[in-house]
């Protein structure tokens, strides 16, 4: 009955969606749903809401997402980005480069408002050879591309820990894998922008690293601080704010405006809503369960445990899989190891993209004016191929372990 009920609430916000509804209004229509098809108290419901409204996880994702933005109206009055894409375009000559390494570089920082830095930069590479939609996935694609595998975000990190897997040994693991993503996301999409940006060949190289230095620094400086700390998004940000208030000499009448539109206030509902969902769902019980139903089917372990962690993660988030399925998954094949670590990062990885629960796609989706449904239509065809060549790869490393 589970997995009848949680399609029916996802068959809800997906007909939503369709009817080019915003997403937050999806995402209630999921709420309601799952409280009446799992026939929560009303009370018991709102409080839910409330308390996933009101978590610290939500309350450090809109700040964060506000000082990003904060950041970002910064980095754009003083041109820092169309420094940064002038710069590459010196260095490689290339507009596919621009398309990708702007929103990979800029994503290397671990929050959801990354993507609003790294648009214009995607918008100018692309110009009128691909199509909005396209904008949307090369944005969305190459920003998340370091999630997959760097410690710096919260759910490889807390994997890793409870995996027990070597850290070092992971990443370079996965390297491999965000090579197969870098030519994915390029075949699809890429190539269809033309190489040539149209501008002569730069002779002076050093000053075009410095100038992309200049103009990402405060990117830079936010995930050294990040991972140097381990703090929150948001209060890393706020003292490279203070530092680029300094060093790059603004005046109070220039920075006020920028406290009101820092504010996105489309985005900060989505993002609330979308939390609420979650603490809904988690509520259910619904992700401890999922296991109970994969184990009766006549199909090895390491495959029950990759549609588990596909599945649970469309439904909850990364992180919620993570922390509720992989000790499990490790008790049931201990030796597991760094292959089935690969494995069950990659599914999670390549769920997240088109999850209605990540907060990012929302984000990106309002920014350019497309659907949800259009960036998973794009997300597809590699979805398709990553987990073919992902699972292959993982069998592979398996057999080496052996």
């Known amino acids: 009955m589970d997995i009848l009920k949680l399609l029916l609430i996802f068959?809800?916000?997906?007909?939503?969606?369709?009817?080019?509804?915003?997403?937050?209004?999806?995402?209630?229509?999921?709420?309601?749903?799952?409280?009446?098809?799992?026939?929560?108290?009303?009370?018991?419901?709102?409080?839910?809401?409330?308390?996933?409204?009101?978590?610290?996880?939500?309350?450090?994702l809109v700040l964060a997402f506000y000082f990003i933005t904060f950041l970002q109206r910064m980095m754009e009055k003083r041109g820092?980005?169309?420094?940064?894409?002038?710069?590459?375009?010196?260095?490689?000559?290339?507009?596919?480069?621009?398309?990708?390494?702007?929103?990979?570089?800029?994503?290397?920082l671990p929050s959801a408002g990354a993507v609003l830095i790294a648009s214009p930069i995607v918008d100018n590479a692309g110009g009128d050879y691909i199509s909005k939609e396209e904008k949307t996935f090369i944005t969305s694609y190459f920003r998340h591309i370091s999630e997959s595998f760097l410690p710096t975000y919260s759910s490889i990190l807390l994997a890793i820990n409870l995996a027990n897997v070597d850290m070092t040994a992971f990443v370079l693991g996965m390297i491999p894998m965000v090579v197969v993503l870098f030519l994915l996301g390029y075949f699809f999409y890429v190539r269809r922008i033309p190489k040539e940006t149209g501008l002569e060949r730069s002779n002076d190289k050093m000053k075009d690293i410095k100038n992309l230095i200049i103009a990402l620094w405060p990117i830079a400086l936010t995930i050294t601080i990040i991972l140097t700390l381990r703090i929150a998004v948001h209060l890393a940000v706020i003292p490279v704010i203070i530092l680029?208030?300094?060093?790059?000499?603004?005046?109070?009448?220039?920075?006020?405006?920028?406290?009101?539109?820092?504010?996105e206030s489309k985005l900060i509902v989505t993002t609330i809503v979308i939390m609420s969902f979650k603490e809904v769902l988690t509520f259910t019980g619904v992700i401890e369960r999922l296991p109970d139903y994969f184990k009766v089917l006549p199909i090895p372990s390491v495959i029950i445990f990759s549609l588990i962690f596909f599945l649970g993660t469309l439904v909850a988030g990364s992180q919620a899989m993570i922390a509720l399925a992989l000790p499990l998954a490790y008790a049931t094949m201990p030796n597991g190891g760094l292959s089935l670590m690969i494995l069950l990062m990659c599914m999670t990885y390549i769920a997240m993209q088109v999850?209605?629960?990540?907060?990012?796609?929302?984000i990106v989706t309002e920014h350019y004016g497309t659907s949800f449904i259009n960036l998973v239509k794009k997300t597809m065809p590699i979805l398709i191929f990553f987990v073919i060549i992902s699972s292959l790869y993982s069998y592979i490393i398996n057999l080496l372990q052996i």
Do not use: W
């Open 80 to 108: 820092h980005l169309m420094l940064a894409e002038k710069s590459l375009s010196n260095l490689f000559n290339s507009r596919r480069v621009n398309a990708m390494a702007a929103p990979f570089i800029i994503g290397l």
């Open 355 to 362: 999850s209605p629960t990540h907060i990012c796609l929302a």
């Open 244 to 263: 680029s208030f300094i060093l790059n000499k603004f005046n109070f009448k220039e920075i006020k405006p920028m406290f009101v539109s820092a504010i």
């Open 11 to 60: 068959t809800c916000i997906v007909a939503i969606m369709k009817a080019n509804k915003p997403l937050y209004l999806s995402i209630i229509a999921g709420i309601i749903g799952t409280i009446i098809l799992y026939k929560i108290n009303p009370f018991q419901g709102a409080k839910l809401v409330i308390n996933g409204a009101i978590s610290r996880q939500t309350i450090d």
